[in-house]
């Protein structure tokens, strides 16, 4: 069992920044994989990031590239995810999930493990 708590979430204006942060606890973090996903209203769950278990490997949504990045910190079992230049379509809530095992997924229904999300709001 591993239970995943995100903060960071708040409102903010086009052009700013905000870090997301998703402690874990529970079982070892750096058995699992992790990644980042984000629900607008009336939308789907859609994958935004991911990071494999030593944090090596990294993929991001095409619509996200170049202005998030996700890291994560073993140590601390703690995974963020850094948001530059948001822009209004960014507003969501976002929710950070965990897949046992070394490799990322982009599909929501691969990871087993998800936290309450924390709501990103961004003003244009």
């Known amino acids: 069992q591993v239970q995943l708590v995100e903060s960071g979430g708040r409102l903010v204006q086009a052009g700013d920044s905000l870090r997301l942060s998703c402690a874990a606890s529970?079982?070892?973090?750096?058995?699992?994989?992790m990644g980042w996903f984000r629900q607008a209203p009336g939308k789907e769950r859609e994958f935004v990031a991911a990071?494999?278990?030593?944090?090596?490997?990294?993929e991001y949504a095409d619509s996200v590239k170049g202005r998030f990045t996700i890291s994560r910190d073993n140590a601390q079992s703690t995974v963020y995810l850094q948001m530059n230049s948001l822009k209004p379509e960014d507003t969501a809530v976002y929710y950070c999930?965990?897949?046992?095992?070394?490799?990322?997924?982009?599909?929501?229904?691969?990871?087993?493990?998800w936290g309450q999300g924390t709501q990103v709001t961004v003003s244009s």
């Open positions: 999930a965990a897949q046992y095992g070394p490799n990322y997924d982009y599909t929501p229904s691969r990871y087993r493990y």
């Open positions: 990071v494999n278990w030593s944090g090596a490997s990294t």
């Open positions: 529970g079982r070892t973090f750096s058995t699992y994989a």
